[in-house]
């Protein structure tokens, strides 16, 4: 499997369940979560793949915009909310940092 797959795998087996944990559990809502998560996780590693620098500081702005993508298509499904954001947030932060500690 390549990277950029188990990347992405990586991602919706984190964050799907634990968005399912704070109430977004329908068919319907784990489907929006699902598809996001693939959505934003396939751009920005591209994004690095096709020339994007690969350093601390576009991480961190790639990661900001993936947060920014996901909460919008949430709102937009869900109901936006303070709540609804900061789990975004945390779900990604979740997510990344798992990450960092796998030699992906």
Known sequence: MSRIALACLL???IETPFLALWGW?????LAVIVCA???TNLLLN???LLGL?????W???GELLVVAAEYAIYARAFGGSRRLLL???LANC?????GLLLPL
Not at 25 to 29: H, S, V
Not at 94 to 98: E, I, W, Y
């Open 11 to 13: 991602t919706v087996l």
């Open 87 to 89: 789990l975004t947030l």
């Open 53 to 57: 620098p690969y350093r601390p500081g």
């Open 59 to 61: 991480i961190a702005a």
């Open 25 to 29: 559990r329908g068919r319907r809502e």
């Open 37 to 39: 998560n693939v959505l």
């Open 46 to 48: 591209l994004s690095f």
């Open 94 to 98: 979740l997510s990344f940092g798992f």
